[in-house]
């Protein structure tokens, strides 16, 4: 499980990012003070963001290598995923 905490400054909080292999789940849980929309780049996974409510998606990480999750609007770098 990922968990990131965004802040109405910006600032980003990601806590608890594994280790993941090529047909893991991957849960992430995304608090964020401003509205935005999650992406997922390599997977096509989207998440809206409502203020102060936690919102969790989870996909099946069966793709190999490096991926961008971002906000979409502000294109802010949340983190990177790597699959192995």
């Known amino acids: ?3 990131v905490a965004i802040a109405a400054d910006g ?4 806590r608890s990012l ?3 292999a090529r047909g893991d789940e991957v849960t992430v ?3 964020s003070e401003v509205a935005d ?3 997922v780049h ?3 996974v989207y998440a809206d963001l409502t203020p102060g409510v936690p919102t969790e998606f989870t996909f099946t990480a069966d793709i190999p290598g490096i991926f961008e999750v971002e906000l979409e609007g502000s294109h802010e ?3 990177e995923l790597e699959v192995r």
């Open 42 to 44: 390599g997977y096509d």
């Open 1 to 3: 499980m990922i968990e």
């Open 11 to 14: 600032t980003v909080d990601v």
């Open 18 to 20: 594994p280790d993941v």
């Open 37 to 39: 929309e999650v992406h």
């Open 29 to 31: 849980i995304v608090t």
């Open 77 to 79: 770098l949340l983190f």
